[in-house]
């Protein structure tokens, strides 16, 4: 159902919508009510990224597959009088057994279930919002920890690997350059997925060798500069682009082959299912197989060469300083020869 979006400021309509979508398990109109509440009254509004949309969105839909399942007419637990103790419940499930869309059937970290969590949160101020509920029932419960040091649980993928991995790539000399690029920017300028995803061609600057980084975390605007071996990646790759674009196709990055996807923006599920396809074929430790081991990798190089936190949060788009103190976790080594470099004064 498509709901004009202005129409969602009239009290009385928003809350018949919200009830009406709440008792009917129309999972569609309530996600747009979450979304509009996100986009216009909510705590980040216009600085909530696309993937924090589509996260939260995510959570919203499990909760609800939770809640009532398909399968049932009577939901299980009734959206609108649904309890801290529902809620717990269904994290434990979570964590537990396992997400409960086809999509993301295994368990969750605990990190992922905290995310699935305030995805919950919002869903429900946006409900109060509407006047469908009195009271928040997720805003209360703890969110899970993980007992893992965060430098551990998001570990950079050694250069080595990474040198291994540009060494090592395969498919036609077309996607080979496409991918070295793609690879580059996550290394060597640390960008997210979804930021490579949204790249525009016009937001390479090659006469500056910068990345203008457009689609930020939080809705944030950065510039990145870029190293040599990025630049030449890009520029090889823009020589190649142009048998392969589309009509009018802004996008930096494009699929090389597809009936319908064909010279259209490269999406971020690709990019990952690529970047995978690699890990596997070179032997790579589990541990190291994510897409944001690269952007580690490119924090920990900015740090070593900087020995700044507030660069590397520049350079990375880092909203929170403290988010970039795990690049500043020294070995044991360094600290020695910190310390023996005082000498006797």
């Not at 992922?112 to 946006?126: D, N």
């Not at 979804?194 to 930020?216: I, M, N």
């Not at 319908?260 to 074929?281: N, P, Q």
Request: charged share 30%; no cysteine.
């Amino acid at each position: 159902m498509l709901v004009p979006t202005p129409a969602w400021d009239d009290p009385a309509k928003r809350r018949r919508w919200a009830l009406g979508a709440a008792n009917e398990r129309d999972v569609d109109l309530l996600l747009r009510l979450l979304a509009y509440y996100m986009m216009t009254k909510g705590r980040q509004r216009s600085r909530t990224s696309l993937r924090t949309y589509q996260l939260y969105g995510l959570a919203v839909r499990d909760w609800i597959a939770w809640a009532w399942p398909p399968e049932v007419e009577a939901p299980q637990v009734p959206l609108l009088k649904a309890t801290e103790d529902d809620v717990d419940r269904w994290l434990a499930d979570l964590l537990d057994r396992g997400g409960h869309l086809s999509e993301n059937p295994w368990p969750l970290s605990p990190s992922t279930a905290a995310a699935y969590l305030s995805g919950l949160r919002a869903f429900y101020r946006a409900l109060v919002w509407a006047g469908a509920v009195a009271k928040n029932p997720a805003a209360e419960v703890r969110a899970p920890r993980d007992p893992t040091p965060r430098s551990e649980r998001r570990p950079a993928l050694p250069y080595p690997l990474y040198i291994r991995l540009l060494e090592h790539l395969s498919g036609d000399e077309a996607q080979q350059v496409r991918d070295r690029a793609v690879i580059r920017l996550m290394g060597d300028a640390g960008l997210r997925i979804a930021e490579v995803e949204a790249l525009d061609v016009k937001d390479v600057d090659l006469g500056e060798h910068v990345v203008v980084v457009r689609a930020g975390k939080g809705g944030k605007q950065r510039t990145v500069p870029m190293t040599r071996a990025l630049s030449s990646a890009l520029v090889e790759w823009l020589g190649v682009r142009r048998a392969y674009a589309a009509p009018g196709e802004e996008a930096l990055f494009v699929n090389l082959g597809g009936r319908k996807a064909k010279g259209r923006r490269l999406r971020a599920h690709s990019i990952r299912r690529f970047l995978e396809g690699y890990y596997r074929e070179l032997g790579f430790p589990e541990r190291y197989r994510g897409a944001h081991t690269l952007r580690h990798l490119a924090g920990t190089r900015f740090y070593q060469a900087s020995r700044d936190i507030h660069v590397v949060a520049a350079l990375l788009g880092h909203e929170n300083v403290g988010t970039s103190t795990v690049y500043a976790k020294m070995d044991r080594s360094r600290l020695r020869a910190v310390v023996e470099g005082l000498g006797e004064k």
